[in-house]
């Protein structure tokens, strides 16, 4: 690979020291946003100057590429998407399938305002779709300036998600901003989770000295402004952004070991219960259950780690027809048994 390539296509993201996956004939380039059976590249014909192209896919395409995606690009055709490092994913509306949302990102930012106070339910939730993605995650709390405490939101959420490190910011004075250019870098590829009116805007535009909304915005039924296209942003810092759509839907896909890593504490704990399965509800022995009675585990910590894990348990029944099934035996078992004369 020519320097000049090395150079232009770290503008999209590209580590230094990353295996090339174009060959021979082939050009690479980046998906910055799908339009349905058409992706949206960002591709270097020569070796320095970008071009933007729509590309009709092929039917025999390795993979439906994504946002974020990096792919080869030949004979004007687009003809092949990289292997993935890491994949943003939620369920299918059909509830059957996994969709992948994006692909390729480095850092997940976890959005959240703190005007009105931190909402750690949603920080969790958020926190282990981050980590089931592969991707290292970091909470942005937003709107600092017009939170009555901001520190008391910090601590709450340092607490909702162990490990994870957070960083308060305003749109409106600046604060916390060049921390995250810093983590937003040369090579690096970063993404935002929160809810619409999070302040994903208005953090981009403050990070990027703009006045002006970068994003595409429309108008959703209720008049409010909401961003509806994923784009490729190149950030003054280095890196790239891709801006998703407000995850609306929280839905969950995750697995056993992301909702691990969110609830580290609890985890910690667990490996004291006496039995390896413990549920951690009225299980004989459960080491969390005695840190909530002790006062060192706040209850609203195991309450949440429950919820998540019947939510898990519930998608995972609906993804798996014979666990469904199953289920439906149980039911009618016990309605037997409750129905048999004495
Ligand atoms: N006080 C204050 N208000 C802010 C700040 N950042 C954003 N806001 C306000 O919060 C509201 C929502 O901000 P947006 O940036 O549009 O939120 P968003 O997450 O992009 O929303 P969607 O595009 O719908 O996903 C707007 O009215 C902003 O003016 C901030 O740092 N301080
Ligand atoms: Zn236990």
């Known amino acids: ?171 409106a004075d600046g604060r916390g901003l060049d921390e995250l250019r810093a983590r937003m870098g040369a090579g690096t590829t970063t993404t935002m989770l929160g809810a619409s009116g999070a302040g994903k805007t208005s953090l981009l535009n403050a990070l990027e000295g703009h006045t002006e909304a970068v994003a595409h915005v429309s108008r959703d039924g209720q008049g409010r402004h909401t961003t509806t296209t994923r784009k490729l942003y190149r950030l003054a810092s280095g890196g790239v952004l891709l801006d998703l759509p407000g995850i609306r839907s929280l839905d969950l896909l995750v697995d056993d070991e992301a909702l691990g890593e969110t609830f580290a504490d609890i985890t910690a704990l667990a490996a004291s219960c006496r039995f390896a399965d ?21 209850e609203r910590r195991l309450a949440s780690w429950r919820a998540i894990r019947r939510e898990m348990a519930y998608q995972a029944r609906r993804n798996d027809p014979a666990a469904m099934a199953a289920e439906r035996q149980k039911w009618k078992q016990l309605s037997k048994s409750t129905r048999k004369p004495r």
Not at 14 to 21: A, T
Not at 104 to 129: F, H, Q, S, W, Y
Not at 278 to 298: I, K, R
């Open 1 to 171: 690979m020519t320097q000049s390539l090395t150079r232009a296509l770290a503008t999209l993201g590209w580590k230094e020291g990353d295996p090339g996956f174009w060959t021979g004939g082939e050009r690479p380039g980046r998906v910055s946003i799908m339009h349905g059976s058409a992706a949206e590249v960002i591709w270097f014909p020569g070796d320095e100057e970008a071009e933007t192209t729509v590309f009709e896919l092929r039917r025999d395409l390795n993979l439906r590429p994504v946002a974020g995606d990096w792919v080869a690009i030949e004979d004007g055709d687009l003809t092949r998407v990289a292997e993935r490092r890491t994949t943003l994913k939620r369920p299918d509306p059909n509830g059957k399938d996994v969709q992948v949302m994006a692909a390729g990102i480095d850092t997940v930012l976890i959005v959240l305002p703190v005007d009105l106070g931190l909402n750690p339910k949603n920080l969790e939730r958020l926190a282990i779709m981050a980590w089931d993605s592969g991707a290292d995650p970091l909470v942005v709390l937003t709107k600092a300036d017009a939170a009555e405490s901001p520190e008391e939101a910090v601590a709450e959420a340092e607490a909702a998600a162990p490990g994870v490190p957070v960083l308060l910011t305003s749109s």
């Open 278 to 298: 413990c549920s951690h509800e009225g299980d004989q022995g459960c080491a969390v259950e005695a840190a909530v009675a002790a006062g060192t585990l706040p």
